[in-house]
């Protein structure tokens, strides 16, 4: 399968640890999106990357949340000093330009 | 503001029934659309898309959606459902002028297809 992967699949931390998680996009995809769903609700929009470079934040992104694409292939998305609110599930997605998002199976957080 | 709104958040249909879910949106700008599903236990997944052209799309496993600009909706149909069509269904938008091209979705409608 060459879709998009995301590790790991589930994390539960404590209230104030730092958790990371993996993206890996479909190889030819210059663009990763990160989104972020909770219950009963649509993904919503985080952040994206072109190749390496984050071009976009949302608003929804704290200073406790940073996310790297170094080489241009896979991505992580940090979260420092982490906050029940905190608690959904991250979806990546990848594209080529203007095209459509694939997305990947999700990192569903729990913060105790 | 930029939103989708997806009106049945839960429907429930016994096999061979049509469906139409609906969804419109509000954005100041031309847009492309799409509808997503999510299986159990699967992830998002695309199931039709409209960029241009003609405005009725299909889709896969028989589904098609219209867009109807003059109503800023994209309601997805399908004639017949079948058991195995149980998922929540995502609608989307992403404006043509937007760089980003980050998705706008709606909060999803739960469909459970009875046999």
């Known amino acids: 399968d060459t879709g998009v992967s995301q590790d790991p699949r589930h994390k539960i931390t404590k209230r104030g640890q730092n958790v990371t998680f993996r993206c890996d996009p479909i190889s030819e995809h210059n663009r990763l999106y990160w989104y972020r769903q909770t219950l009963g609700q649509g993904p919503e929009f985080l952040t994206y990357f072109q190749n390496e470079a984050q071009l976009e934040k949302s608003r929804l992104l704290s200073d406790r949340f940073s996310a790297e694409r170094p080489k241009g292939s896979f991505s992580t998305l940090e979260i420092q000093r982490t906050e029940q609110g905190d608690s959904a599930m991250y979806l990546c997605?990848?594209?080529?330009?203007?095209?459509?998002?694939?997305f990947g199976p999700g990192t569903r957080l729990t913060v105790l | 503001a930029q939103s989708v709104s997806q009106h049945n958040h839960h429907v429930i249909l016994s096999e061979a029934a049509s469906l139409e879910l609906g969804c419109n949106y509000s954005y100041g700008g031309t847009v492309n659309l799409f509808w997503y599903v999510q299986y159990p236990g699967q992830h998002l997944q695309l199931l039709l898309k409209?960029?241009?052209?003609?405005?009725l799309v299909k889709g896969i496993k028989g589904f098609e959606a219209e867009f109807i600009k003059s109503k800023f909706s994209f309601n997805l149909r399908k004639p017949s459902v079948q058991w195995s069509d149980t998922a929540e269904y995502f609608c989307?938008?992403?404006?043509?002028?937007?760089?980003?091209?980050?998705?706008?979705f709606g909060s999803g409608t739960r469909l459970l297809v009875r046999p």
């Open positions: 989307a938008v992403n404006g043509k002028m937007d760089s980003s091209y980050k998705l706008i």
């Open positions: 409209y960029f241009s052209g003609d405005p």
């Open positions: 997605a990848s594209s080529i330009v203007r095209d459509t998002q694939y």
